[in-house]
Protein backbone atom coordinates (compact mmCIF):
# COMPACT_ATOMS: atom_id res chain seq x y z
CA UNK A 1 0.00 0.00 0.00
CA UNK A 2 2.66 2.33 1.30
CA UNK A 3 5.01 1.92 -2.29
CA UNK A 4 1.74 2.60 -4.16
CA UNK A 5 0.83 5.90 -2.55
CA UNK A 6 4.71 6.72 -3.05
CA UNK A 7 4.66 5.81 -6.91
CA UNK A 8 1.91 8.40 -6.80
CA UNK A 9 3.28 11.20 -5.20
CA UNK A 10 7.20 10.46 -6.97
CA UNK A 11 6.49 11.69 -10.35
CA UNK A 12 8.63 10.46 -12.64
CA UNK A 13 8.96 8.74 -16.20
CA UNK A 14 5.87 6.23 -16.03
CA UNK A 15 3.44 8.90 -14.96
CA UNK A 16 4.59 11.09 -18.29
CA UNK A 17 4.26 8.09 -20.49
CA UNK A 18 0.88 6.57 -18.90
CA UNK A 19 -0.19 10.48 -19.70
CA UNK A 20 0.73 10.79 -23.25
CA UNK A 21 -0.18 7.19 -24.01
CA UNK A 22 -3.40 7.46 -22.76
CA UNK A 23 -3.73 11.33 -24.79
CA UNK A 24 -2.60 9.09 -28.13
CA UNK A 25 -5.24 6.57 -27.50
CA UNK A 26 -8.06 9.16 -27.10
CA UNK A 27 -6.83 10.85 -30.23
CA UNK A 28 -7.60 7.09 -31.63
CA UNK A 29 -10.91 6.87 -30.42
CA UNK A 30 -11.23 10.02 -32.01
CA UNK A 31 -9.99 8.70 -35.42
CA UNK A 32 -11.93 5.93 -35.28
CA UNK A 33 -15.37 6.42 -34.16
CA UNK A 34 -16.26 10.69 -35.56
CA UNK A 35 -18.41 10.72 -39.08
CA UNK A 36 -17.19 14.34 -39.21
CA UNK A 37 -13.26 14.30 -41.20
CA UNK A 38 -12.62 17.86 -39.58
CA UNK A 39 -12.94 16.04 -36.03
CA UNK A 40 -10.43 12.99 -37.67
CA UNK A 41 -7.84 15.67 -38.09
CA UNK A 42 -7.93 17.07 -34.88
CA UNK A 43 -7.81 13.04 -33.08
CA UNK A 44 -4.61 12.80 -35.61
CA UNK A 45 -3.21 16.17 -33.74
CA UNK A 46 -3.49 14.92 -30.62
CA UNK A 47 -2.37 12.07 -31.51
CA UNK A 48 1.07 13.74 -33.03
CA UNK A 49 1.55 15.92 -30.41
CA UNK A 50 1.16 13.42 -27.66
CA UNK A 51 3.66 11.14 -28.85
CA UNK A 52 6.22 14.82 -28.44
CA UNK A 53 5.47 14.08 -24.35
CA UNK A 54 7.22 10.74 -24.77
CA UNK A 55 10.17 12.68 -27.12
CA UNK A 56 10.67 15.60 -24.33
CA UNK A 57 10.14 12.88 -21.04
CA UNK A 58 12.16 10.20 -22.13
CA UNK A 59 14.92 12.87 -22.98
CA UNK A 60 14.77 14.45 -19.69
CA UNK A 61 14.87 11.42 -17.49
CA UNK A 62 17.78 9.22 -19.46
CA UNK A 63 19.92 11.74 -21.59
CA UNK A 64 19.63 15.24 -20.30
CA UNK A 65 21.45 16.95 -20.58
CA UNK A 66 21.90 16.35 -24.12
CA UNK A 67 18.81 17.38 -25.83
CA UNK A 68 18.35 14.97 -28.54
CA UNK A 69 14.40 14.03 -28.08
CA UNK A 70 14.00 18.21 -28.00
CA UNK A 71 14.90 18.50 -31.96
CA UNK A 72 13.26 15.29 -32.52
CA UNK A 73 10.04 16.85 -31.53
CA UNK A 74 10.60 20.04 -32.99
CA UNK A 75 10.86 18.43 -36.82
CA UNK A 76 7.74 16.26 -35.31
CA UNK A 77 5.74 19.85 -34.45
CA UNK A 78 7.11 20.68 -37.90
CA UNK A 79 5.67 17.77 -39.89
CA UNK A 80 2.37 18.38 -37.85
CA UNK A 81 2.12 21.66 -39.51
CA UNK A 82 2.82 20.50 -42.52
CA UNK A 83 0.24 17.77 -42.60
CA UNK A 84 -2.72 19.29 -41.12
CA UNK A 85 -2.02 22.32 -43.85
CA UNK A 86 -2.24 19.55 -46.41
CA UNK A 87 -5.12 17.93 -44.97
CA UNK A 88 -7.41 20.63 -44.12
CA UNK A 89 -6.81 21.79 -47.77
CA UNK A 90 -7.93 18.03 -49.12
CA UNK A 91 -10.97 18.56 -46.88
CA UNK A 92 -11.99 22.01 -48.34
CA UNK A 93 -11.50 19.92 -51.85
CA UNK A 94 -13.13 17.15 -50.72
CA UNK A 95 -16.14 19.63 -49.91
CA UNK A 96 -16.70 21.06 -52.89
CA UNK A 97 -16.71 17.85 -54.95
CA UNK A 98 -19.02 15.86 -53.01
CA UNK A 99 -21.20 19.26 -50.74
CA UNK A 100 -20.33 17.17 -46.97
CA UNK A 101 -17.32 16.31 -44.99
CA UNK A 102 -18.75 13.42 -43.44
CA UNK A 103 -16.85 10.34 -43.88
CA UNK A 104 -19.51 7.93 -44.72
CA UNK A 105 -20.79 10.29 -47.61
CA UNK A 106 -17.45 10.19 -49.15
CA UNK A 107 -18.25 6.32 -51.01
CA UNK A 108 -17.38 7.49 -54.66
CA UNK A 109 -15.42 4.96 -55.65
CA UNK A 110 -17.47 2.41 -54.02
CA UNK A 111 -18.41 -0.54 -56.31
CA UNK B 1 5.00 18.42 -3.65
CA UNK B 2 4.56 21.88 -5.78
CA UNK B 3 5.90 19.65 -8.66
CA UNK B 4 3.67 16.96 -8.06
CA UNK B 5 -0.09 18.70 -7.70
CA UNK B 6 1.27 20.50 -11.03
CA UNK B 7 1.53 17.54 -12.50
CA UNK B 8 -2.02 16.27 -11.97
CA UNK B 9 -3.55 19.80 -12.22
CA UNK B 10 -2.29 19.88 -16.00
CA UNK B 11 -3.04 15.83 -16.54
CA UNK B 12 -6.72 16.27 -15.52
CA UNK B 13 -6.64 19.61 -17.54
CA UNK B 14 -5.49 17.67 -20.50
CA UNK B 15 -6.90 14.30 -20.71
CA UNK B 16 -10.26 16.17 -19.40
CA UNK B 17 -10.52 18.47 -22.32
CA UNK B 18 -9.17 16.17 -24.80
CA UNK B 19 -11.98 13.44 -24.21
CA UNK B 20 -14.40 16.33 -24.09
CA UNK B 21 -12.79 17.40 -27.66
CA UNK B 22 -13.68 13.35 -28.42
CA UNK B 23 -17.43 13.40 -27.09
CA UNK B 24 -18.63 16.64 -27.71
CA UNK B 25 -21.43 17.07 -30.53
CA UNK B 26 -20.44 20.66 -31.69
CA UNK B 27 -17.42 20.73 -34.01
CA UNK B 28 -17.05 24.54 -32.74
CA UNK B 29 -16.63 23.17 -29.35
CA UNK B 30 -14.08 20.40 -30.45
CA UNK B 31 -11.74 22.79 -32.04
CA UNK B 32 -11.73 24.96 -29.03
CA UNK B 33 -11.05 22.11 -26.00
CA UNK B 34 -8.17 20.89 -29.09
CA UNK B 35 -7.05 24.21 -27.86
CA UNK B 36 -7.10 24.08 -24.36
CA UNK B 37 -5.33 20.04 -24.89
CA UNK B 38 -2.88 21.68 -26.57
CA UNK B 39 -2.12 24.14 -23.94
CA UNK B 40 -1.91 21.66 -21.18
CA UNK B 41 0.89 20.14 -23.25
CA UNK B 42 2.76 22.88 -23.37
CA UNK B 43 2.27 22.93 -19.61
CA UNK B 44 3.41 19.00 -19.27
CA UNK B 45 6.75 20.52 -21.43
CA UNK B 46 7.31 23.21 -18.88
CA UNK B 47 6.93 20.55 -16.26
CA UNK B 48 10.11 18.61 -18.19
CA UNK B 49 12.07 21.70 -18.10
CA UNK B 50 11.41 22.19 -22.43
CA UNK B 51 10.95 26.25 -21.82
CA UNK B 52 11.63 26.47 -26.10
CA UNK B 53 9.19 23.68 -27.31
CA UNK B 54 6.39 24.84 -24.64
CA UNK B 55 6.64 28.21 -26.33
CA UNK B 56 6.67 26.35 -30.04
CA UNK B 57 3.79 24.26 -28.67
CA UNK B 58 2.23 27.20 -27.97
CA UNK B 59 2.86 29.12 -31.11
CA UNK B 60 2.32 26.34 -33.90
CA UNK B 61 -0.11 24.20 -32.14
CA UNK B 62 -2.49 26.43 -30.34
CA UNK B 63 -2.05 29.36 -32.35
CA UNK B 64 -1.51 28.12 -35.67
CA UNK B 65 -3.22 24.81 -36.07
CA UNK B 66 -6.22 25.66 -33.80
CA UNK B 67 -6.51 28.70 -36.48
CA UNK B 68 -6.47 26.04 -39.14
CA UNK B 69 -8.77 24.19 -37.74
CA UNK B 70 -11.31 26.72 -37.12
CA UNK B 71 -11.16 28.04 -41.03
CA UNK B 72 -11.70 24.79 -42.36
CA UNK B 73 -14.54 24.62 -40.01
CA UNK B 74 -15.91 27.79 -41.45
CA UNK B 75 -15.24 26.95 -45.11
CA UNK B 76 -17.71 23.38 -44.92
CA UNK B 77 -20.14 24.13 -42.18
CA UNK B 78 -23.28 26.30 -42.75
CA UNK B 79 -26.06 26.87 -40.78
CA UNK B 80 -26.68 24.84 -37.33
CA UNK B 81 -23.61 23.56 -35.83
CA UNK B 82 -25.32 21.81 -32.98
CA UNK B 83 -25.24 18.17 -34.74
CA UNK B 84 -22.36 18.79 -36.39
CA UNK B 85 -19.50 16.65 -34.80
CA UNK B 86 -21.69 12.87 -34.22
CA UNK B 87 -19.77 9.65 -33.88
CA UNK B 88 -20.17 6.97 -36.33
CA UNK B 89 -21.37 3.32 -36.20
CA UNK B 90 -17.69 2.58 -34.61
CA UNK B 91 -18.62 4.06 -31.54
CA UNK B 92 -18.34 0.87 -29.49
CA UNK B 93 -15.68 -0.91 -30.80
CA UNK B 94 -13.52 2.12 -31.46
CA UNK B 95 -14.30 3.31 -27.18
CA UNK B 96 -13.34 -0.59 -26.52
CA UNK B 97 -10.21 -1.08 -28.24
CA UNK B 98 -9.28 2.68 -27.11
CA UNK B 99 -9.72 1.85 -23.47
CA UNK B 100 -8.40 -1.67 -24.02
CA UNK B 101 -5.27 -0.19 -25.44
CA UNK B 102 -5.13 2.44 -22.74
CA UNK B 103 -5.05 -0.47 -19.85
CA UNK B 104 -2.52 -2.49 -22.38
CA UNK B 105 -0.40 0.92 -22.54
CA UNK B 106 -0.41 1.42 -18.36
CA UNK B 107 0.53 -2.29 -17.60
CA UNK B 108 3.05 -2.24 -20.07
CA UNK B 109 4.63 1.07 -18.88
CA UNK B 110 4.39 -0.01 -14.93
CA UNK B 111 6.17 -3.55 -15.85
CA UNK B 112 9.00 -2.32 -17.28
CA UNK B 113 12.13 -1.46 -15.83
CA UNK B 114 13.11 1.71 -17.94
CA UNK B 115 16.93 2.16 -17.31
CA UNK B 116 16.70 6.08 -15.85
CA UNK B 117 19.88 8.13 -14.85
CA UNK B 118 20.09 10.74 -12.94
CA UNK B 119 20.56 13.58 -14.84
CA UNK B 120 20.25 17.51 -14.59
CA UNK B 121 17.92 19.19 -16.44
CA UNK B 122 19.79 22.44 -18.41
CA UNK B 123 19.10 25.95 -17.79
CA UNK B 124 17.67 27.09 -20.82
CA UNK B 125 17.22 24.88 -23.92
CA UNK B 126 17.06 27.22 -26.63
CA UNK B 127 21.12 27.57 -27.49
CA UNK B 128 21.64 23.61 -27.10
CA UNK B 129 18.83 22.98 -29.46
CA UNK B 130 20.33 25.70 -32.17
CA UNK B 131 23.86 23.82 -31.58
CA UNK B 132 21.98 20.63 -32.39
CA UNK B 133 20.17 21.85 -35.55
CA UNK B 134 22.57 23.20 -37.31
CA UNK B 135 25.62 20.75 -36.68
CA UNK B 136 24.99 17.08 -35.96
CA UNK B 137 21.02 17.75 -37.60
CA UNK B 138 21.78 20.04 -40.57
CA UNK B 139 20.62 18.12 -43.30
CA UNK B 140 17.35 17.10 -41.68
CA UNK B 141 16.94 20.89 -40.71
CA UNK B 142 17.44 21.83 -44.68
CA UNK B 143 14.78 18.92 -45.69
CA UNK B 144 12.64 20.10 -43.20
CA UNK B 145 12.32 23.69 -44.72
CA UNK B 146 11.84 22.17 -48.04
CA UNK B 147 9.20 20.00 -46.99
CA UNK B 148 7.05 22.74 -45.57
CA UNK B 149 7.55 24.78 -48.52
CA UNK B 150 6.06 21.54 -50.78
CA UNK B 151 2.99 21.66 -47.87
CA UNK B 152 2.63 24.93 -48.57
CA UNK B 153 2.35 24.72 -52.30
CA UNK B 154 0.59 22.27 -52.61
CA UNK B 155 -1.88 22.87 -50.46
CA UNK B 156 -2.77 26.00 -52.33
CA UNK B 157 -2.92 23.70 -55.70
CA UNK B 158 -4.78 21.45 -53.72
CA UNK B 159 -7.63 24.32 -52.93
CA UNK B 160 -7.38 26.32 -56.38
CA UNK B 161 -11.26 26.49 -57.57
CA UNK B 162 -10.71 24.37 -60.50
CA UNK B 163 -12.51 26.25 -63.61
CA UNK B 164 -15.64 24.87 -65.14
CA UNK B 165 -14.57 23.63 -69.12
CA UNK B 166 -18.08 24.55 -70.55
Request: no cysteine; proline share 2%.
Amino acid sequence: MSSIINFLFNIGLPHFLILSGTLFFIGLFSVLAKRNLIAILMGMEIMLSSVNINLVAFNRYTTAPALHGHVFALFVIALAAAEVSVGLALIISVYRQHKSVEADDIDSMKW
Amino acid sequence: MGFTVMFYVIAIVTLGSALMMVISKNIFHSALLMMVAFLGIAGVFVLLHADFLAVTQVLVYAGAITIFVVFAIMFTMRGDMKTTNLFSRNLIPGALLSLIMIVVNAVMVLTTKWPLKATTAPESTAKEIANLMLTKYVVAFEVTAVLLLVAMLGAIVIVKEVKKSS
